[in-house]
């Protein structure tokens, strides 16, 4: 039987997820089947500009906003997810009208056809059963995602925020320091 795809869900890192790569890291799936996974960590901002890295999206994107680390597979690689209000101009959908900007896009046209981006270098990506492997082990906190989560203005603080918005003992973790030996 095959797993429940987790597309559109945010995985968040759990405390004994122990991967540099991800600590405390919030992940929006974009892909989940058989041949495994692929997303991207929303609360990375770099220290590089979209003006810098990708100036020819400044139609799209601020060329002030930052680019996220998406994850450490492909950094070279450039993803861009926004809000469609043509939701048929995406490449693929994530959520609802949130999808991936088309590689081959006329960006002027894709313009006036979304309402929002952010500029993704990497993503994250799980081979098949990987991702259901790492769930079983208690790596990942499964949450329904917000489309606002992905456009985050305090990005740093996503992972306690979304983890107080599942309440209950989430929103115990969600305050724990940063560094365990901190009293």
Do not use: C
């Not at 892909?31 to 799209?60: K, Q, S, Y």
């Not at 950094?75 to 939701?87: I, Y």
């Not at 006329?106 to 990497?122: H, K, N, P, S």
Request: glycine share 10%.
């Amino acid at each position: 039987m095959a797993p429940v795809s987790l597309k559109g869900k945010l995985l968040l890192a759990s405390p004994a997820l122990v991967d540099p790569n991800f600590v405390r890291t919030v992940v929006l799936v974009a892909e989940h089947g058989d041949e495994g996974a692929l997303g991207l960590v929303l609360n990375r901002p770099t220290d590089t500009l979209v003006g810098e890295a990708v100036d020819e999206l400044a139609p799209i994107v601020d060329e002030d906003d930052a680019v996220f680390g998406g994850g450490p597979v492909g950094e070279e690689a450039v993803m861009v997810v926004a809000e469609f209000d043509e939701p048929e101009l995406a490449a693929d959908l994530i959520l609802g009208d949130l999808g991936f900007l088309p590689a081959d896009s006329d960006l002027e046209r894709i313009a006036t056809a979304t309402r929002r981006a952010r500029v993704f270098a990497g993503h994250a990506g799980w081979g098949p059963g990987q991702l259901d492997g790492e769930l079983e082990e208690g790596s990942w906190i499964v949450v329904d995602a917000d489309r606002d989560d992905v456009f985050s203005d305090d990005p740093e603080s996503l992972w306690s925020l979304v983890l107080e918005r599942k309440g209950g003992p989430y929103a115990v973790l969600a305050r724990m320091p940063d560094d365990p030996s901190v009293n």
